[in-house]
């Protein structure tokens, strides 16, 4: 069979770019969600809402079918393998749209090398799979304009199937696609059953919606949601739960996300952000091209509008459909230029300039922070402790270390962020041992949880926030912050033995980009320097002098202003900073026993 030119470019852009995320991708487990996504593949569970049916099932595969390093690693190559088939898609499609080799091919290195995509496709993470789905979705939609009839409908009916049971957002993003559909329908004259050809198959491929309650009926130690009735598999399938952040944000938040988004179109799109304007009037206009026009604007347009009003931290990964979007607009653009002269040199080039850039953002193949941290979190709890966790990056991180990697079984988890029916029932049906609070759930149901338990077990949380009796201190325990009533020598004794054996942190983590990271180095930072405060009260000065020297080395200030930089994006209030190395600093100018050390210290 020979192979066509077509064919050997997207072979090679295959391989090159699988090459490329590969030489960046994560040795092991990531932060944020990926620690909760690579559990999920990892023991068959049900991520947060809307569940990701489709990403679980095929990352279980992969992780079973390529056995490579930890279970982190092949979740995280299993992203890197979704974004260079995403190129490989997208570059024929371009092709089949009728652009010119050179214009598809520039586009197409755009998108692959813009740092937000290339960020999705270094840790274990749903966006990569998703612009595939994406991607085929327009594909199936052109073909079945082109030629409609029932099959071409069928197999648009299973992409469409896929990218919404993969996502519930795509059911927006993909709106305009049955019109498109209808009218090219129409105009052939084709019978009325090829939508019933085009149904039929997105609701056998929406049956992998079955797998979350079969899922939740196992108990698997993840199980957001625990979508055993029906009542709570659509709450789950609709991602009700985070409707929220659609209403949280404000006005001037949602303005800030859009000029965010525009300001970094060079960093997402590279060269193609001067020829998607153009393209889309060269776009609308191109015979056998337009009818795709109308999905292709609306993906931009749609994708531009949810990110901007959706208020979270992480949204840059929200926009990468616009991109798409942007990308393939500027091909067209970028087509018009083909017998220009020099215009190919200067696009190749071009094209290529993303690489280093898109490098120094998404690059991830020295970060191990995220393991490190979840290890270190439940090696922090007393044995058969209660763990209180306050965000999803200490969570998953825990979820991971526990249910992946098998260690401190004893330690009992308890997100504070989950405090709701489905989790209270999980809690008790899991850790009947506990004596678990009758009430609701809320701020009063985790005093009650602490005055039940405290005196026979340990209750620990991931902040020093007071819970329970008021004469209760938060003591820093590795980690984590473990409820007494005095802080005992042994206390920290046990404190500095473990920051002894903790590994510095490289100077890729301390200076990474991801906020998610710099949350952590934070939360050591914050952990050593309450340790250090705890030792000053003591009169151990010479102790906590030795602890607040290696706080420093963290860098905690600018951790700090990165964190406080992302958090005000979503919350404009002013937040109030710490400023650990700033009195870190003050106190190791003074004589170790001098009493204003204490004060400096003192929260």
Same mark, same amino acid.
């Given at each position: 069979?020979?192979?066509?030119?077509?064919?050997?470019?997207?072979?090679?852009?295959?391989?090159?770019?699988?090459?490329?995320?590969?030489?960046?991708?994560?040795?092991?487990?990531?932060?944020?969600?990926?620690?909760?996504?690579?559990?999920?593949?990892?023991?068959?569970?049900?991520?947060?809402?809307?569940?990701?049916?489709?990403?679980?099932?095929?990352?279980?595969?992969?992780?079973?079918?390529?056995?490579?390093?930890?279970?982190?690693?092949?979740?995280?190559?299993?992203?890197?393998?979704?974004?260079? /088939?995403?190129?490989?898609?997208?570059?024929?499609?371009?092709?089949?749209?009728?652009?010119?080799?050179?214009?598809?091919?520039?586009?197409?290195?755009?998108?692959?090398?813009?740092?937000?995509?290339?960020?999705?496709?270094?840790?274990?993470?749903?966006?990569?799979?998703?612009?595939?789905?994406?991607?085929?979705?327009?594909?199936?939609?052109?073909?079945?304009?082109?030629?409609?009839?029932?099959?071409?409908?069928?197999?648009?009916?299973?992409?469409?199937?896929?990218?919404?049971?993969?996502?519930?957002?795509?059911?927006?993003?993909?709106?305009?696609?049955?019109?498109?559909?209808?009218?090219?329908?129409?105009?052939?004259?084709?019978?009325?059953?090829?939508?019933?050809?085009?149904?039929?198959?997105?609701?056998?491929?929406?049956?992998?919606?079955?797998?979350?309650?079969?899922?939740?009926?196992?108990?698997?130690?993840?199980?957001?949601?625990?979508?055993?009735?029906?009542?709570?598999?659509?709450?789950?399938?609709?991602?009700?739960?985070?409707?929220?952040?659609?209403?949280?944000?404000?006005?001037?938040?949602?303005?800030?996300?859009?000029?965010?988004?525009?300001?970094?179109?060079?960093?997402?799109?590279?060269?193609?952000?001067?020829?998607?304007?153009?393209?889309?009037?060269?776009?609308?206009?191109?015979?056998?091209?337009?009818?795709?026009?109308?999905?292709?604007?609306?993906?931009?347009?749609?994708?531009?509008?949810?990110?901007?009003?959706?208020?979270?931290?992480?949204?840059?990964?929200?926009?990468?459909?616009?991109?798409?979007?942007?990308?393939?607009?500027?091909?067209?653009?970028?087509?018009?230029?083909?017998?220009?002269?020099?215009?190919?040199?200067?696009?190749?080039?071009?094209?290529?300039?993303?690489?280093?850039?898109?490098?120094?953002?998404?690059?991830?193949?020295?970060?191990?922070?995220?393991?490190?941290?979840?290890?270190?979190?439940?090696?922090?709890?007393?044995?058969?402790?209660?763990?209180? /966790?306050?965000?999803?990056?200490?969570?998953?991180?825990?979820?991971?270390?526990?249910?992946?990697?098998?260690?401190?079984?004893?330690?009992?988890?308890? /997100?504070?962020?989950?405090?709701?029916?489905?989790?209270?029932?999980?809690? /008790?049906?899991?850790?009947?041992?506990?004596?678990?609070?009758?009430?609701?759930?809320?701020?009063?149901?985790?005093?009650?949880?602490?005055?039940?338990?405290?005196?026979?077990?340990?209750?620990?949380?991931?902040?020093?926030?007071?819970?329970?009796?008021?004469?209760?201190?938060?003591?820093?325990?590795?980690?984590?912050?473990?409820?007494?009533?005095?802080?005992?020598?042994?206390?920290?004794?046990?404190?500095?033995?473990?920051?002894?054996?903790?590994?510095?942190?490289?100077?890729?983590?301390?200076?990474?980009?991801?906020?998610?990271?710099?949350?952590?180095?934070?939360?050591?930072?914050?952990?050593?320097?309450?340790?250090?405060?705890?030792?000053?009260?003591?009169?151990?000065?010479?102790?906590?002098?030795?602890?607040?020297?290696?706080?420093?080395?963290?860098?905690?200030?600018?951790?700090?202003?990165?964190?406080?930089?992302?958090?005000?994006?979503?919350?404009?209030?002013?937040?109030?900073?710490?400023?650990?190395?700033?009195?870190?600093?003050?106190?190791?100018?003074?004589?170790?026993?001098?009493?204003?050390?204490?004060?400096?210290?003192?929260?």
């Amino acid at each position: 069979m020979r192979v066509s030119r077509d064919q050997r470019i997207a072979l090679l852009l295959g391989l090159g770019t699988l090459g490329v995320y590969v030489a960046t991708v994560c040795p092991t487990v990531y932060v944020e969600d990926s620690p909760e996504f690579t559990t999920a593949a990892a023991i068959w569970g049900i991520p947060h809402p809307p569940g990701y049916p489709l990403y679980t099932l095929m990352a279980a595969l992969f992780a079973r079918l390529v056995p490579l390093g930890d279970l982190g690693l092949r979740a995280n190559l299993f992203s890197a393998v979704c974004g260079a /088939s995403t190129v490989v898609a997208l570059w024929a499609l371009l092709r089949r749209l009728g652009l010119g080799t050179i214009a598809a091919l520039v586009a197409t290195l755009c998108f692959a090398f813009g740092a937000p995509f290339w960020s999705q496709c270094v840790a274990a993470e749903v966006h990569a799979l998703n612009a595939l789905l994406l991607v085929s979705s327009l594909r199936a939609a052109l073909e079945a304009t082109r030629k409609p009839n029932a099959r071409s409908f069928a197999l648009m009916g299973v992409a469409i199937g896929l990218a919404i049971g993969h996502r519930n957002l795509n059911l927006l993003l993909l709106l305009p696609l049955p019109a498109i559909l209808e009218r090219a329908r129409r105009r052939d004259e084709v019978d009325r059953r090829a939508w019933v050809a085009a149904l039929g198959a997105a609701l056998a491929t929406l049956l992998v919606y079955v797998y979350l309650p079969i899922a939740a009926a196992r108990g698997p130690a993840l199980d957001m949601g625990a979508p055993t009735t029906l009542a709570r598999l659509l709450r789950v399938v609709t991602a009700q739960p985070y409707t929220r952040h659609l209403e949280t944000g404000t006005f001037d938040t949602d303005v800030g996300r859009a000029v965010a988004f525009l300001y970094g179109l060079p960093g997402a799109v590279g060269i193609a952000v001067s020829a998607a304007l153009p393209g889309f009037v060269l776009w609308r206009r191109s015979e056998g091209a337009s009818d795709l026009f109308l999905a292709g604007a609306w993906l931009v347009a749609a994708c531009f509008v949810f990110a901007s009003a959706y208020n979270v931290v992480d949204v840059a990964s929200y926009f990468i459909p616009a991109h798409l979007g942007l990308a393939i607009a500027a091909a067209f653009g970028f087509d018009a230029l083909k017998n220009k002269r020099g215009a190919t040199a200067i696009l190749s080039a071009g094209a290529l300039l993303g690489l280093p850039f898109g490098a120094s953002a998404a690059s991830l193949r020295h970060t191990t922070i995220g393991r490190d941290y979840g290890r270190m979190l439940v090696e922090s709890a007393p044995p058969g402790a209660i763990v209180l /966790s306050f965000g999803d990056t200490e969570t998953h991180a825990l979820a991971y270390a526990q249910a992946v990697e098998g260690r401190r079984s004893d330690a009992v988890l308890v /997100s504070a962020n989950e405090l709701d029916g489905w989790y209270l029932d999980q809690l /008790s049906s899991r850790h009947a041992d506990v004596r678990w609070p009758a009430g609701a759930a809320g701020a009063a149901w985790l005093d009650q949880l602490v005055a039940l338990n405290q005196p026979s077990r340990p209750v620990c949380l991931t902040q020093p926030l007071t819970f329970g009796a008021q004469e209760l201190r938060a003591v820093p325990t590795g980690l984590l912050f473990c409820l007494q009533t005095s802080v005992a020598p042994a206390d920290l004794d046990r404190g500095i033995a473990f920051w002894a054996h903790v590994a510095p942190l490289s100077e890729d983590e301390l200076h990474h980009a991801d906020v998610h990271v710099r949350m952590i180095a934070f939360a050591l930072a914050f952990s050593r320097f309450s340790l250090a405060s705890a030792l000053a009260d003591a009169g151990r000065a010479d102790d906590a002098r030795v602890q607040l020297r290696a706080v420093e080395q963290l860098d905690p200030d600018a951790q700090e202003r990165a964190i406080v930089a992302a958090m005000s994006t979503i919350r404009p209030d002013a937040h109030r900073t710490l400023d650990l190395g700033q009195r870190c600093r003050a106190a190791l100018q003074l004589e170790p026993r001098d009493e204003r050390v204490k004060q400096i210290l003192r929260f």
